[in-house]
């Protein structure tokens, strides 16, 4: 079953799937999870495929990995099924998924074995931005299978499974340094380390359901719009909690998580990559029966502040909606990026680039509500009025200026008395740090009262739902990467 956050409770929706049950030979049976169409059927190797039909009917192009064939190798001609299977997935314009377990490229092959991964790897990327990818990994995803999951737009781990492109044996003989599976690419260090885990399932079952959730609120393919999403949650309800959420100090914390389960319908959302870059939020959520995509700084990690994780993590949750025609609201509440010689030394500049690069490209709906502090690089970086956003709303608490008062003291009041120092903070305060005075001057739509975000937000996806923008002809972009 799926545990969906809400915002006074947790909601609980069992899914009404059956679970799948893999026969001898590479044949699948079992409910709604039986192919309806079969993909080279009987192809020696650990790779079966076919097209598939979820609960709600609910159709995806379905690649199952039999560890119990050669741990899941990939032979040259376990690869030709996988990679037929996506260019099947890229041509009819269903969503591919991947049900992984393998041990990597077959030894036993040799460079055949190699060269038909690289096929493989090659028809999964032709996919991308065309049709969803998700792996579901319930094993072991090792040397190139584990770079396949790495192509996927969604990731799903199951807790006993595990990933790494240099195993355990290698590890040791090139550094003196034992570690298990597990230590070197379980569920866990996915998840809160390297970021490659977008959600963690207790079984395949579990993930199957997390799979179901996560299609529900995107398109079959980057030609369709995303299904409008039934709830009987008024577009207009106040949401009077937020007008108290703020602390009294302009440096308190508060769990950005509240605001989200505020503002969505029936306070139900999906949020991706929860256990990484932990000072922002990345989730699936509808509003309005829209399907949107929320980007908000978490104030209860690192102040909200941004980082080279926290970049990347956005970065690629906005280019995600942004292929998949799902709208973006994004939350604002941070004082900047995150200082520290280490971040710039390891590229703070390349990484920050990179949400820059994906919130200038997007042409997706795009609406912004400034919550508190809005400072610096950061306050351009988080999808800004002149970022191009098409709605920019604040609320009166909004702090939008190069730095706060305090920072601005320290460097323009070097040598002041404290007693003047402390007039200069107010005065910087009234004059700058309001939100009124950004709206004077078109930076901000709207000034509303926290209470009001749902109606207005909603409001502008309606307004925006006929939106559409033409791309520059050019081969491809070259992002920061």
Not at 64 to 73: I, L, N, Q, T, Y
Not at 140 to 147: D, I, N
Not at 381 to 393: A, E, L, P, T, Y
Request: charged share 20%.
């Amino acid at each position: 079953m799926l545990v969906v956050r809400k915002a006074s409770s947790l909601r609980v929706v069992t899914s009404v799937h059956e679970p799948t049950v893999r026969k001898a030979g590479g044949e699948v049976a079992g409910g709604a999870g039986e192919p309806k169409v079969h993909l080279q059927r009987k192809v020696p190797g650990a790779v079966s495929a076919g097209v598939r039909s979820l609960a709600g009917g609910r159709r995806v192009v379905w690649v199952e990995f039999d560890d119990s064939v050669h741990k899941g190798a990939l032979s040259s001609a376990a690869s030709q099924v996988l990679t037929n299977a996506a260019n099947t997935a890229r041509d009819k314009r269903l969503p591919l998924v991947l049900s992984m377990a393998s041990s990597g490229a077959d030894i036993l092959e040799g460079v055949a074995a190699l060269d038909g991964w690289g096929q493989a790897a090659r028809a999964i990327t032709q996919c991308s931005g065309v049709v969803p990818t998700v792996a579901i990994v319930h094993g072991p995803a090792v040397s190139g299978p584990a770079l396949l999951i790495g192509l996927c737009d969604v990731t799903i781990m199951t807790n006993d499974s595990y990933a790494f492109v240099s195993g355990p044996t290698m590890v040791a003989q090139m550094t003196g340094i034992e570690v298990s599976n597990e230590e070197l690419g379980g569920t866990d260090i996915h998840s809160r380390q390297s970021g490659v885990t977008s959600l963690v399932a207790n079984d395949v079952e579990h993930a199957t359901a997390l799979l179901e959730e996560v299609l529900r609120y995107l398109p079959d393919h980057v030609d369709e719009l995303t299904a409008m999403i039934e709830t009987g949650d008024p577009v207009n309800r106040p949401c009077p909690d937020l007008d108290t959420i703020l602390p009294a100090s302009s440096t308190g914390s508060y769990d950005v998580r509240k605001v989200i389960e505020s503002i969505v319908d029936d306070g139900a959302y999906l949020e991706l990559r929860a256990g990484w870059a932990s000072n922002i939020v990345t989730a699936l959520a509808s509003m309005g029966g829209h399907s949107v995509g929320i980007v908000a700084n978490q104030p209860l990690s690192l102040a909200g502040t941004l980082d080279i994780q926290a970049s990347q993590k956005a970065a690629r949750f906005v280019a995600f909606c942004d292929a998949f025609n799902i709208s973006i609201v994004t939350l604002v509440d941070t004082p900047g990026f995150y200082p520290g010689k280490d971040l710039e030394w390891r590229g703070m500049i390349r990484h920050g680039a990179q949400l820059v690069f994906a919130y200038g490209r997007a042409t997706v709906p795009r609406v912004c509500v400034i919550m508190r502090k809005s400072y610096g690089g950061a306050y351009i970086v988080m999808d800004s009025k002149k970022m191009g956003n098409d709605i920019c709303i604040a609320w009166p608490t909004a702090e939008l200026a190069v730095m706060g008062a305090g920072q601005a003291a320290a460097i323009l009041q070097r040598r002041a008395t404290p007693e003047e120092r402390a007039q200069f903070e107010r005065d910087y305060e009234e004059r700058l740090l309001n939100p009124y005075v950004a709206a004077e001057r078109g930076y901000v739509d709207a000034v509303i009262a926290p209470s009001e975000t749902r109606t207005e937000v909603v409001a502008a996806l309606d307004m925006l739902s006929s939106k559409r923008e033409k791309f520059p002809k050019r081969k491809h972009d070259n992002g920061p990467l």
